[in-house]
């Protein structure tokens, strides 16, 4: 059955995201969700809380703020997620679904739905989102609004390598369905709160360089004499990759539950397979794990593993 055909024969539709959503995921579970209230129905977005600057996308209406424990969907839609196990809390409620999606970009997904659309060739799961609703869905200015913001996300504003023509000839149209991309644009590219602001300069002054591999952090004092959450972080890994010299960028910070997340970037390296060995994935250069150590033990972990990897 195509997707269409499974929404129209749901009677109870949830859709989600991975844990710490960023952009892509929550553009592409908003988008997804627009699609599914045009076709008549009612989704369930099962997604921890995001940014402030996604208030801008339509569709948060839908997110379902009750508990999951009775939740058992005829459908369910799994977006820019590698494996179940991202899905975090909704996981329990995919278990409980009859018929299971899972629309992706990442390398390492382990097709882990009754059907998978994953494309890693893809930009973003916005992409492959578009790709297939496009032939059942009027693409208004909502819905496309949500999947030009996870492209341009994910893509840190059509700069990475994953950008190609077909990016482009989708942001095209979506542009000609009414996407006003200076105000996108400057939402999310441009615009940063204080808290953000005093984060990248806190990771900034833990800096150091390995040779060419840039290391950042930041520990739960830091974060809590800051006032930050995780939803502030997004940006720094991105900022690591751009300085002078640095071939590969670590960042690490420490969560409430006691784990380390781990973020890389890379302009060459395929740090997939480092973060891989860490439990976790994602692209070839552009990845993350979270680890059970404290913050120095996981960065030398990941250092070594990354001259490993560059000695192949």
């Excluded at 950042?216 to 930050?228: C, M, N, T, V």
Aim: proline share 2%; net charge negative; aromatic share 6%.
């Amino acid at each position: 059955m195509t997707l269409k055909e499974d929404i129209l024969n749901a009677e109870t539709i949830c859709i989600a995201g991975h844990t710490n959503p960023d952009g892509d995921a929550v553009s592409s579970t908003l988008a997804l969700a627009l699609a599914v209230e045009q076709l008549g129905k009612k989704p369930y977005i099962l997604l921890e809380d995001y940014s402030d600057e996604f208030d801008v996308l339509d569709g948060r209406k839908y997110i379902y703020s009750l508990s999951y424990d009775e939740l058992a969907p005829d459908l369910f839609i799994a977006s820019d997620c590698g494996d179940k196990e991202r899905l975090g809390e909704a996981a329990k409620v995919f278990d409980r679904a009859k018929k299971t999606w899972n629309i992706d970009h990442h390398v390492s997904n382990t097709s882990f739905a009754q059907v998978n659309v994953v494309e890693p060739a893809s930009s973003s799961a916005c992409e492959v989102v578009y790709e297939t609703v496009k032939d059942f869905i009027k693409l208004d200015k909502n819905i496309a609004t949500a999947l030009y913001t996870g492209i341009l996300t994910d893509t840190g504003g059509f700069r990475h390598n994953s950008t190609h023509k077909r990016t482009h000839e989708i942001a095209g149209i979506l542009v000609e369905a009414g996407v006003d991309t200076p105000f996108i644009h400057n939402k999310m590219l441009m615009e940063h709160t204080l808290v953000q602001a005093k984060v990248l300069a806190q990771a900034i002054e833990n800096v150091s360089f390995e040779g060419s591999v840039c290391i950042s952090y930041i520990d739960s004092i830091q974060l809590e004499k800051i006032g930050a959450d995780k939803k502030d972080l997004g940006a720094v890994i991105d900022y690591l990759i751009t300085m002078r010299g640095a071939e590969v960028a670590v960042f690490a910070y420490e969560r409430n539950d006691g784990c380390v997340k781990l973020s890389f970037r890379s302009k060459s390296l395929d740090v997939n397979k480092i973060a891989a060995k860490l439990g976790g994935g994602g692209h070839v250069l552009a990845s993350g794990a979270s680890v059970n150590n404290d913050i120095e033990s996981a960065l030398l972990q990941s250092l070594q593993l990354i001259r490993e990897g560059m000695q192949c």
